[in-house]
């Protein structure tokens, strides 16, 4: 199976920064799309940044000009720079990839991380 591995969620004041990273394992012909989600208290799960297939990026409007989204592909890594964070940013953060299992099926698999906790404080 595929596994994303999460870090770099914190507490931090407003105005700070935190870089998330996630890291995709497992055996896989290749990903097709990845990036970051956030569920708040309260509410639904809502995209963040991620790379579609074609290397269209997509951003919530929220985020835009706050937040950088890159990646590596020939280490299957992305990374989300989040700078000027607020506390409406405050929620648990979750990779999501999805993924190409090998070269004989065309069929796409989505995998989610466990979440990682990002916290601002006033």
């Known amino acids: 199976q595929v596994q994303l591995v999460e870090s770099g969620g914190g507490l931090v004041q407003a105005g700070g920064s935190l870089r998330l990273s996630c890291a995709a394992s497992?055996?896989?012909?290749?990903?097709?799309?990845m990036g970051w989600y956030r569920q708040a208290p309260g509410k639904q799960r809502e995209l963040v940044a991620r790379?579609?297939?074609?290397?269209?990026?997509n951003y919530v409007d929220s985020v835009k000009g706050r937040f950088t989204i890159s990646r590596d592909n020939a280490k299957n890594t992305v990374h989300l720079q989040m700078n000027s964070l607020q506390p409406e940013d405050t929620a648990v953060y979750y990779c999501?990839?999805?993924?190409?299992?090998?070269?004989?099926?065309?069929?796409?698999?989505?995998?989610w991380g466990q979440g990682t906790q990002v916290t601002v404080s006033s």
């Open positions: 999501n990839a999805q993924v190409r299992l090998d070269s004989a099926r065309m069929n796409v698999f989505q995998y």
């Open positions: 790379f579609t297939s074609g290397d269209v990026t």
């Open positions: 497992g055996r896989f012909f290749s990903i097709n799309a």
